[in-house]
T-cell receptor, first 112, second 114 residues
């Protein structure tokens, strides 16, 4: 199946620092979604992007739909302890019905 | 609204046993999905449904069956469980409108097959 390369796999940061993570693919996507998963819970939708070049914020989170439509970025500003979790990107390929392709996740740890 | 709910939350099966996982959503969504999540593998689609009475295979359908008899419910069955089916199973749902691909997930079912 299609692959989404998500990096980094894990991050250890100090509280208050900014965080960046990204997803790339060799395929063109028409939608990018970012989810967060807390331990023992299901993924929760953070941001949805539908246009190339689109920049969308949700509080301290900002995500961008890459111009080439092959990548997306998520930034978290001024991290806090509750940002800990796994962040997943997901993309929708044209012609793939309703199916999403998921990245393998970025595990974020925030140190006090 | 409860959103997407899943039962049970945990289950331990012996090899060869069968079980059914239940997913329910109260958002009147057309589409429903079953995923499995394994360490380092992200989420992989097992089966999905585009409406009541319809189902389709996803990326990893072998060993699973599904049914969507009511719009709000999506059942995942394991007829003869195998240790390779030890995983966390998530159900999700989404609207049927075009150009809207956001999926909303349940809390998961943690299944261990011994």
């Amino acid at each position: 199946g299609q692959q989404l390369n998500q990096s980094p796999q894990s991050m250890f940061i100090q509280e208050g620092e900014d965080v960046s993570m990204n997803c790339t693919s060799s395929s063109i996507f028409n939608t990018w979604l970012w989810y967060k998963q807390d331990p023992g819970e299901g993924p929760v939708l953070l941001i949805a992007l539908y246009k190339a070049g689109e920049l969308t914020s949700n509080g301290r989170l900002t995500a961008q739909f890459g111009i080439t439509r092959k990548d997306s970025f998520l930034n978290i500003s001024a991290s806090i302890p509750s940002d800990v979790g796994i962040y997943f990107c997901a993309g929708h390929l044209s012609g793939s019905a309703r199916q999403l392709t998921f990245g393998s996740g970025t595990q974020l740890t925030v140190l006090p | 609204n409860a959103g997407v709910t899943q039962t049970p939350k945990f289950r331990v099966l012996k090899t060869g046993q069968s079980m059914t996982l239940l997913c329910a959503q109260d958002m009147n969504h057309e589409y429903m999905y079953w995923y499995r999540q394994d360490p380092g593998m992200g989420l992989r689609l097992i089966h999905y449904s585009v409406g009541e009475g319809t189902t389709a295979k996803g990326e990893v359908p072998d060993g699973y069956n599904v049914s969507r008899l009511k719009k709000q419910n999506f059942l995942l069955g394991l007829e003869s469980a195998a240790p390779s089916q030890t995983s966390v199973y998530f159900c999700a749902s989404s609207y049927g409108a075009t150009a809207t691909y956001e999926q909303y997930f349940g809390p998961g079912t943690r299944l261990t097959v011994t």
